[in-house]
């Protein structure tokens, strides 16, 4: 089958692989219909990780199963399905408390927790951007569609990372109805975690990046853009809400957080979450950040240190949630408020291409060339 | 009347100051009876606050009720009271959630949350170490008592701040029944936590200490000492939880953490929670930590920074909580424990002195002398 | 003043009685400029409780204020406020824990709990279908609006009651987004919780009522009307749910629930949302129901019971919130969509009349007149 | 093998039967050591349910793996294991939210939800007071034990059942320290329950029962034992609590409750419930309640209904959870409390007999023989 294969920094192409197959009884497998670029992949695919060369990469992934596994009871052939990017095992400690992000089965370092595919130190399970998926315990791990699945896949194809990656920012941020909500990163996460505040009936969002095509995206779905090569973002926010800052906030960027002029700051955004969030405000933190960063110029961030105002951070009595998100815990759901309408998340689709096109897409995707918002591979 | 007051670093004297008095007609004035010094007051004492020279320390407060403004309806004269450090109005937006920890009408400086008795930069409100208090808003801000207030007042004046302070480091660690919990800091507050994990079920309690007393009453509560002038706490913990880390756990010592040898590493208990707790683990903040602090010797401990292991708490999937406790959320609960003889907290205390005694007093805890765990001081 | 005043079973007139004036320090009083009937009112106004004749009725109020107490000190004379229905000290244990509904003080009888101004056995206070308005702990029981306050105030001054009520009911059952809800009763209350819903970002809302203006405005904000004078309610939502029955539910009528042909059956709605809501669902009740119900014609029903399918209940694993709501937990965040634009209540009002017109519009409104949905009266 | 298989009402017999086997590649197969008679197989004994003659009773079940199907990849041969009562999926909507006790694949009904071994409505499968069990879906449903497995089997038998649902009514009912809690019911559940009030710190426990061994044994844990064939319940609760009502209630009798004369009253213990606790107080009923009843005296229970007095409960804003247990929800955090010696709840047990004193045991248990508290059958 074809597959889009990591060659070495910033090198991927489009290669014949072995066929993924039923391995084990309880295996699903998907032909892929549709399968995103992600940003978490530009990591990997800059090489500052320790992606192996020769493997496949893809976590966003959606398709029709072809074949079931003899103890698939659930998911049949012919079903279509959305795939949490978590591989996860259903019955370990952490999963079992809906914790799916940190499955300890899936996992084969056991100093570790997590597991997903075509991920750098996430198991050994190969992504999607490629005709096949293998998914393992499949009728745990696959998330089955309606028969509106093939029309609205650009939207389905939402739930299996960025969707419900978002919304959980919104879930560790506790957004509630009318809460002022700021966030900080207007990448494809970023603009979900906005939609999500949204959907929770959030009284005010505000949104911080550079990228104008981002930024006018964020006001197509009623968020505040600010544009902090402009101003200060947290200066802006305070001005928004009588100077006492907003009521919660999310982390969208990660650890390769830049300044406009591209130096990379590892805690600017987290230091500006916390002098924008008010007094007793909640943050949730999606962006990745990573415990070393050898490709890093600043020697702190090579060890996965930031300069934290924590003084600041503990004095405002203010709470921090982190980490990947635990997709089943919001798949149903959102997959209904797409079925009956009500939410549309492929609204920051920037273009659907070939799966032979993903070189190039990689490409612009990682240059942040203007338009690139979100990419869909269609194997 | 007699009070403990601030002549400068490490200098308090017990002098005659103008009585307290009834101010407003919503005011309370209190007879104190006990009042303790706490962990808190040396941060002033030493010199590495803004606290002002003249003025009365004591935010851990408890007496008898010996007159009230015109407009008090609930609290009489007679009533014995303990008295919460948060001074706070009841109807701000903070308080009005149950954060009146963050008050925002007691507070005079917008740009800041919450007020206290004799605290640096929490409003201009005389401490309690005292003969008489003066209590704002005296029906929202004093907890009535029962019969049994004078016999257990070395109880119940716990209830001021360090009772309710360890519990509010378990609840933003959400510890449960069951849980492993970790414990930074075996101190007044870090011996409250451990009792309240113990009341709330928790599996197995660790605590991380270096003082030979205070890691024996940990230990007289069923709690686990670790000595990290002996053991590296986090390999005894990991080794305590079959390599995963505690479910849970809880900063008690705050931005002045030092090593065996004294010197200070604001972040030191922090980095070492993050390895400690596992994924998926809540961690709650209640040591203080400051915005600046000038009189710290590293540069960015004076800013109020941390170089913290952010990569690893991501990563993690961590949560965590911070700041002063809201007393009022806890105290009813806590009080109803002590009166049915379910919870003691004064097995931390190991003096009872005459408030003539306070500079001696102040000197010993300071020194963290052996054997000076907590001093109730009774005027 | 002018005010309404009851005389008897379905007999009220606008007289002429004492001007309200401040009576205590903390008092606050408001010249009211709209004020709503609810249907709260009718059940007093129809004789079926202890509602004193000569009394005034009013619990939806919203004014400026023109005189405060000596010791009111954040609300000030010319501020426009809404009123929460709830009279409450703000100090009492209920109260602290935020439920403002079962005030403990403001309750002169010890057996009971919660206070509100013009209702049968919830203290002396005087209603606001008056010209004046006197606010007991004005600084807690006023909620502050802002510029746009006169302009919007047939929205705001839904936030003394019927907003934050409807909301409650969704709070009760837990609604989140992707849901399905079934609402019995599309009077204004649950026409506010069919809009809290959506607010909250439920999948779909169902709402089972027989009037056909009521039903109109339901599908308005995007409901699904069901009328039970046409179809059997329980099956209808088992259609639209795959035949497991809604994920949430509510109740918005209360004891008066009767059937087409207009018999009352207390517990009508309470076994139909049982029957309509799924295994593991909750259900928040808002309705009023009441201990002793001396007019009705049942004899169960004059005592407050009800034959519930607690069997069906119980094995169905669902829970069931209940009771009066505690307008001020989520008055600020109501408000605050109100200002943004992103809540527009006053799409429930069918009138506003002088307040001269009081007896004609209790008599429309008690007769469920078509058209007749909700009634503001501008003194 | 042998088993206890049910005859008809009130009789029962230990036959043999076809040993118990894998029949699917994710089964494991146990040799039971340890089942219990539970409250629940006495409504099957006395022939009150559907449940099939021929069939083998036992839903509280503790053994040795003896085998494993091709798909079991946690569970090994020589583990030993306490089963949850709950027969689960772990993937269907309900499992995945971790309501396991209304899984919606294990049950065969598609009306219904939520399946158990050897009872009546909930799955064709065996029970386990047998020398083998198969155990469906085995690396989800069954809990591993560590190495004092052998030695504590009468303290780790209740994970299977009655300590997580007695449990399970404390957090319906949100038991918190310091609350006071009236307990309906001193039965194993009912004394489960007052041990998992204590176990999370709480203030005051009422218990009430007339079966003085039941009452002894509350009493020995710490609750105040309330004999209500000789004191009116509610009152003494109302006077242990300042004529408030406890803070929260558990009802742990179910539908077969009945006066001191021994004539049934379904809604016997719910009405106390809602008069003994206080205003905002939340209930949680594990006592099991039926929607058919034929074989009861009264009508309307043989139709699953109640005389509820809904009034006063919607007046006094109480909340009801109610239902089976997901036991594995709290499984794991039970266990590590047996294993670290925190929780001991074999305190209940009476008899430890052979299987085949079974029938014996039933008759005695039936009877509420006096002493007859908790049975364990050992095959």
Sequence with gaps: MKAVVYNGPRDVSVKDV????????????????????????????????????GRVFGHENLGEVVAVGSDVDKIKVGDMVA????????????????????????????????????????????????????????????????????????????????????????????????DSVVIYGAGPVGLMAAYSADIKGAGKIMIVDRHADRLKLAESIGAIPIDDSKVDPVEFVLNETMGLGADKGCECVGYQAHDPSGEEHTEMTLN?????????????????????????????????????????????????????????????????????????????????????EAPNAYQHFDNRDDGWTKVILKP
């Excluded at 408390?97 to 075509?118: H, I, V």
């Design 83 to 178: 795939i949490p990017f978590n591989v996860a095992c259903g019955y370990c400690k952490n999963c079992e408390r809906g914790f799916t992000s940190y499955c300890l089965t899936m996992q084969p370092d056991p100093k570790l927790a997590g597991a997903a595919y075509g991920f750098a130190d996430m198991g050994p399970y190969q992504g999607g951007q490629a005709e096949l998926l293998r998914v393992p315990y499949g009728d745990f791990n696959c998330l089955r569609l309606g028969e509106d699945a093939r029309e609205k896949q650009s939207d389905y194809v939402m739930l299996a990372d960025i969707f419900p990656t978002g919304y959980h920012a919104t879930e560790m941020a506790d957004v509630q109805p009318g």
């Design 272 to 356: 500006n979450l916390v002098k924008s969030v008010r007094f007793t405000g909640r943050i949730g933190t999606v962006g990745v950040f990573i415990p070393k960063d050898p490709g890093a110029k600043d020697e702190l961030a090579q060890q996965g240190k930031a300069v934290f105002d924590f003084g600041l951070f503990w004095f405002k009595g203010q709470t921090m949630g982190n980490g990947q998100a635990p997709v089943k815990r919001y798949d149903r759901q959102l997959r209904d408020l797409i079925a009956g309408g009500k939410a549309k998340p492929s609204f920051v689709v920037s273009h659907e291409l070939p799966l032979d």
């Design 18 to 53: 072995p066929d993924a197959k039923i391995e084990e009884p309880t295996d699903v497998l998907v032909k892929i219909t549709s399968t995103n670029i992600c940003g978490s992949d530009l990591h990997m695919y800059e090489g500052r990780t320790s992606f192996e060369k």
